[in-house]
């Protein structure tokens, strides 16, 4: 797929006028987003501003109220159940809490994908995970662990490895570090770019971790009141000119951007 | 008006709720039928449910078949009419005590675990990531459980008839001096498969019930420890009471006349 995503054929995410409530409040109002092959794109935006809502409206978790979502340029939003399946193929995730089975053990989880949705013989499929987990620096023997056995740095390792063991095409990361020590963030975060440039995938994360987006961004969107504020290239964040941004990236609490405190 | 807009809001509250259910169940089912199968997690289900149920359903069955000759003694003995104990043991037992307090029982110790698990899995975002490699939630973690409550069920109960009458023969053998070959030969005179049929197909709607709710309410719960919580008790109460309103339809249609 690569070869017709490079001369800006359709863009890998295409998000039209995105709207989506729960019961009175609106969360997402009329939100447009393009993601282009092999781009990394992360959504910046506080809590509650829409942007895990974003992220499952793409995947397909949550339907949206109106608006278009295309992948490869085929409109996913209102697909029967088996073409969905067919699109969330070309997906992989790293979860929040990592969100690992714990009735499974770790190389169980990261060749999940493999055995359950492309009929991997276990054998093969165990070997596959074993490299995987030594792509995001575990040793094999973790992998007969149980995730409940593994610190949380461990644990979202392992999520990135069962998500990229299937070799998607688009990943999609929910708070990466949250959760995690600086250090151990960073080095999330630097595993994040090196999986995503080895695979050639696109990639679409939500933070609120300014550090870890300029890391991994190579374009940064910022989320504000169900709408994309600002959107640009990493580099120029720092000279946004919005000043939603500017506070946010600042992180001041003067600001356009009014927290709603209540008590 | 305030009371009318109440009723309104309490009834249309509730067909909905039996639509979502009815959903839900029709979608799970749908599942059983159409590939992939999962064969080892509708193995370790019905494991979790026939084989480790086992000793509760047991327990519970020795003990009512027991009481049963003992209470029926006292109440029989006054007319001479002992020899009715083999008789009322077994119908009681095949008929209704059986089915019914076998799925009580295994509602407490399986719908709650079902309804904790899948609502952990839930809030732990476990399921969304089911959904992202590719595995329909439906088919791997609804349709075993469905599959599995529906079959093992059953299974169960014929073995609680069997205990429950032997708790009824011992207290009347060893207790009340029956003559054991009368006992026997009267419990085997008087039962009909209509009897333990009936007890088999409650089993069967009992069962699946049970994992129903379970997974129902474990599927959507919400809100962290406390909605898990919920969750749970939900599972176990309506399924409970479910039982109890599916024995009265089910003994109605096979025996009402």
Redesign the interface.
């Known amino acids: 797929m690569s070869e017709n995503g490079a001369n800006s054929a359709p863009k890998k995410i295409s998000v039209r006028g995105l709207t989506k409530s729960f019961g009175k409040k609106q969360v997402l109002q009329g939100l447009d987003i393009d993601v282009g092959a092999q781009e990394s794109l992360v959504v910046i935006g506080g809590s509650g501003t829409g942007k895990s809502v974003l992220i499952?409206s793409i995947?397909?978790?949550l339907n949206p109220d109106a608006g278009t979502i295309k992948i490869d340029g085929e409109t996913v939003t209102g697909m029967s159940?088996s073409e969905r399946?067919r699109i969330?193929?070309k997906?992989?995730?790293l979860?929040?809490?990592a969100?690992?089975?714990?009735s499974l053990t770790v190389w169980e989880n990261v060749a999940?994908?493999l055995i359950?949705?492309r009929g991997m013989a276990r054998g093969l499929a165990k070997e596959k995970a074993i490299a995987t987990l030594a792509q995001v620096g575990l040793s094999s023997d973790v992998g007969e662990l149980a995730p409940s056995e593994l610190s949380g740095g461990m644990q979202k390792r392992v999520g990135l490895a069962?998500?990229i063991a299937?070799e998607p095409e688009i990943i999609?990361f929910d708070e990466p570090t949250t959760g995690l020590d600086p250090i151990m963030g960073s080095v999330i975060d630097d595993l994040i770019s090196k999986c995503v440039r080895e695979l050639g995938a696109t990639a679409l994360s939500i933070t609120h971790d300014m550090a870890s987006a300029r890391r991994i961004a190579d374009r940064v969107a910022m989320i504000y009141e169900g709408r994309i504020i600002w959107d640009g290239p990493v580099s120029e964040i720092d000279n946004s000119g919005n000043p939603h941004v500017e506070q946010f990236i600042n992180g001041r609490s003067e600001g356009p951007i009014q927290m709603q405190v209540t008590g | 008006m305030n009371f009318l807009r109440l009723i309104g809001q309490v009834v249309l509250g509730f067909f909905s709720i039996v639509g979502r259910v009815s959903l839900f169940a029709l979608t799970g089912v749908s599942h059983i039928f159409r590939p992939p199968f999962f064969p080892r997690l509708v193995l370790r289900q019905m494991i979790e449910i026939g084989y480790y149920s086992l000793p509760v359903v047991g327990l519970t069955a020795i003990f009512t078949g027991m009481v049963l000759a003992l209470q029926s003694y006292t109440g029989f003995s006054r007319f001479s009419a002992e020899s009715a104990i083999p008789n009322v043991v077994v119908l009681s037992i095949t008929r209704e005590l059986g089915p019914v307090l076998a799925g009580l029982m295994v509602a407490g110790r399986i719908g709650a675990a079902m309804a904790a698990e899948l609502g952990t899995m839930r809030v732990t975002e476990q399921i969304d990531a089911l959904t992202t490699l590719s595995t329909n939630p439906f088919k791997y973690l609804i349709a075993p459980r469905l599959l599995a409550g529906l079959s093992m069920l059953p299974i169960l109960v014929l073995v609680a008839d069997l205990i429950g009458v032997l708790g009824g023969y011992l207290v009347s053998v060893h207790l009340l001096d029956f003559n054991a070959t009368t006992y026997l030969r009267n419990t085997w005179n008087f039962v009909e498969s209509p009897d333990i049929i009936s007890g088999l197909v409650k089993a069967a709607v009992f069962g699946f019930l049970i994992s129903l709710m379970g997974c129902y309410h474990g599927y959507y719960s919400k809100g962290g420890a406390q909605g898990v919580g919920q969750a749970t008790t939900n599972a176990v109460v309506s399924a409970a009471i479910l039982i109890l309103s599916f024995n009265y339809v089910i003994t109605a249609l096979f025996f009402g006349q």
């Not at chain 1, 969100?99 to 714990?102: Q, V, W, Y």
């Open positions: 499952k995947i397909g978790l159940g399946e969330t193929g997906f992989g995730m979860f929040q809490g969100a690992l089975f714990d999940f994908g359950q949705a069962r998500a299937t999609f």
